[in-house]
């Protein structure tokens, strides 16, 4: 199971990072993901056999063992080499500074594989751009955190399909 642990965005901020991506698409080219696609990554993960599953439980629920927080994605960033196009915050809260560095040290004393890069928080908003995108403001709604999600990554007949295998509400919300 290609498996990865993620924020996924409420109605609102889906639509409107939707809305963002088909904009940027006419200037920068590319392909957006699909409106339920969307998402933020906060540990990748990779294959994981099934049996391994319940060891990551408790690193998800001490990681939603936060207070509620919410998120201003008011910046569109460029990977030119990658060729991506994303969404992200200028600031990024603390919370989830924290949320991540759980999820990280947890899965590194459990033996999990683990990204050495920095953690760079972002909802890829295209693939393939060939432009980039331009220095506009970016306005999108708060982005109110309401969980953590485990998803598994399957291949779809045209991208991938996300499927959620279980969910860690964050006890308090906003
Ligand atoms: P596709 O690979 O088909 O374009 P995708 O990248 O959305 O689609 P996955 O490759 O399954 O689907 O990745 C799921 C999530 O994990 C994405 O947010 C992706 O950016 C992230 N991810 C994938 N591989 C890595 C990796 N090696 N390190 C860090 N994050 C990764
Ligand atoms: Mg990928």
Redo the contacts with the bound molecule.
Sequence with gaps: M?L?FALQPDDAVRGALAGTAAALQRDCGGRP?DAE?L?L?LA?L?DVPQSRLPALFPLAAAAAETEPFAMALDRIGWWPRQRLVWAGARTVPLPLRSMSGILAGGLRAAGFRT?KRRFLPHV?LL?DARRAPPRVACSLPPWRVSGIVLLC?ERGPR??RYHGLREWPLPRRL
């Design positions: 290609r990865f993901p696609n998402h990554t990748f990779g990204e890829t693939r990554s991208c991938p």
